[in-house]
């Protein structure tokens, strides 16, 4: 009897000890997710955004916050962009030009995202040549993305078609995603640290 109870008390202490430990390593990261997130415009959407990341983010890397912001945004400009001309190419010239003019805009926009994504993956050694001049790199062209996903918005404020406030949101909140991930972008800058 003796021993079934050293048992069960030495596997309620180990059941134990692995929830404590499961909920402290999950909560590492979404604490360095939240704190991070601080720092952006739209800190609310930048914590949900990121929450999938929760495990790839483990080492509480700004670096890998940052690819992750990145990702998100260019994954879901794309889902924006397909959105928004496959809404164009239905309905042809029943659509205003803003929505016209979207279509163009967000294409350079999906392009410039995704080219920052792959120079996030080419920056190398923190405070070296190489890593200032991709930083540099990604900065620009993310900070050209939002401008044309910022031309795009303006030019659906004018489209009366009846789709021009359903993309409008769509690219409001890709918009969001951008901001959030050049403020992550923007705290790498071995200047500002």
């Known amino acids: 009897?003796?021993?079934?109870?050293?048992?069960?008390?030495a596997a309620t202490a180990a059941a134990v000890i692995t929830l404590l430990c499961f909920t402290a390593g999950e909560a590492v990261?979404?604490?360095?997710?939240?704190?991070s997130c601080k720092v952006t415009q739209y800190p609310n959407l930048c914590?949900?955004?990121?929450?999938?990341f929760k495990p790839a983010l483990q080492r509480r890397s700004p670096r890998q916050l940052a690819h992750a912001a990145l990702t998100v945004t260019a994954q879901r400009a794309v889902r924006v962009s397909n959105f928004v001309h496959q809404v164009s190419a239905a309905r042809?010239?029943?659509y205003g030009g803003g929505v016209r003019d979207c279509v163009e805009t967000l294409g350079e926009s999906v392009d410039r995202l995704r080219l920052s994504v792959k120079e996030m993956e080419r920056m190398g050694r923190y405070r070296?040549?190489?890593?200032r001049w991709h930083l540099s790199n990604v900065q620009t062209w993310v900070s050209a993305a939002i401008t044309d996903q910022t031309t795009c918005i303006?030019?659906?404020?004018?489209?009366?078609?009846?789709?021009?406030?359903?993309i409008r949101s769509q690219i409001v909140y890709v918009n969001h995603?951008?901001?959030?991930?050049?403020a992550l972008i923007n705290r790498l800058n071995p200047i500002n640290n």
């Open 177 to 182: 995603l951008a901001s959030n991930a050049l």
């Open 154 to 166: 303006d030019s659906l404020a004018e489209d009366k078609s009846a789709a021009g406030p359903q």
């Open 1 to 9: 009897m003796e021993i079934n109870r050293r048992f069960a008390l």
């Open 47 to 52: 914590e949900k955004s990121l929450y999938d």
């Open 92 to 94: 042809g010239s029943h």
């Open 29 to 35: 990261p979404f604490q360095f997710i939240r704190s």
């Open 128 to 131: 070296s040549r190489s890593f």
